[in-house]
């Protein structure tokens, strides 16, 4: 075949692993234009990893007991047995107190309750996989974004006229707006906006395009130590974790004998 005359074997402990596994595994590694190889590497290397951790799983004996990870939807064997492995070996180092308190004393304003805006919109509704609706539709929401940014005045008389929302009865207004009370597109334009702002180009969601006007906000307030600290000792121990796991890994490839894949040492503490 081609593909074993361009990339060699990927052997882990003697093991060899075929090559349709690194081939299915390409699709999640991206790489330039033209350049497959650096897929296939990078493919290559998280197969290792994962051989090996399977290894090391069934060296010590342990038996895969697949968990439901969404409704209808069960891990693989090797998932069970990796997931097994991680849960018995890594062990994450609980923080103290004062090293909660340390890290919320670093930046108390990363933890602020959650904003809240009052928003109003003029939506241009199309369906967004009809390109000849959707250009159509943006065309249109060009034309009502320049309108409105010349008269911001005007914002409520156009809504009332042009908007193809229910809320086009109150002027387009939207009420209080808080995290994960609308689609992601529109909250992410949001998040952009400080009081008074319309948006300079309009924002596709899946119901069409949206001019929107921030009409106010508020800043969340910094929140207390003791109304966070749950929170930080939990990022902090995922962080623990999250080291632990690379040693172990990085120790398995220390002592694996390998081919086929160019696995680099891992870094504690840092990115792999």
């Known amino acids: 075949m ?40 990078k493919a290559a290397n998280a197969i290792a990893i994962r051989t090996l951790l399977v ?84 065309a249109r929401a060009n034309d009502l974004t320049r309108q409105v940014i010349e008269r911001p005045g005007s914002f409520a008389v156009v809504a009332m006229d042009q908007s193809d929302c229910s809320s086009k009865s109150i002027g387009g207004a939207l009420g209080q707006l808080g995290p994960g009370d609308t689609v992601p597109e529109f909250e992410a334009a949001l998040r952009d906006l400080v009081a008074g702002q319309i948006t300079p180009t309009p924002v596709l969601t899946r119901h069409g395009w949206h001019v929107i006007r921030m009409d106010a906000l508020a800043e969340g307030a910094v929140l207390p130590f003791d109304a966070v600290r749950g929170r930080i000792s939990d990022a902090l121990e995922k962080t623990s974790w999250a080291r632990a796991a690379r040693e172990f890994i990085a120790e398995l490839t220390r002592t694996a004998e390998i081919t086929g894949a160019e696995l680099k040492p891992i870094r504690v503490g840092g990115s792999p």
Do not use: Y
Not at 17 to 30: I, L, R
């Open 2 to 41: 081609m593909i074993n005359a361009l990339f060699p074997d990927l052997v882990v402990n003697g093991e060899t692993v075929p090559h349709v596994a690194v081939a299915t595994e390409v699709q999640n590694h991206h790489a330039p234009k033209g350049k497959p190889g650096i897929a296939w590497r």
């Open 55 to 138: 290894q090391e799983a069934r060296r010590r004996g342990l038996k895969p007991a697949p968990e439901e990870v969404a409704p209808g939807r069960f891990e693989t064997e090797e998932e069970a047995l990796i997931r097994g492995l991680l849960e018995s070996a890594v062990v994450a180092e609980t923080p103290g107190e004062d090293e909660v308190r340390r890290e919320w004393v670093r930046d108390p304003s990363r933890f602020r309750s959650p904003p809240l805006w009052e928003v109003s919109h003029i939506l241009c509704a199309c369906d967004p996989r009809d390109r000849e609706a959707r250009n159509a539709a943006r």
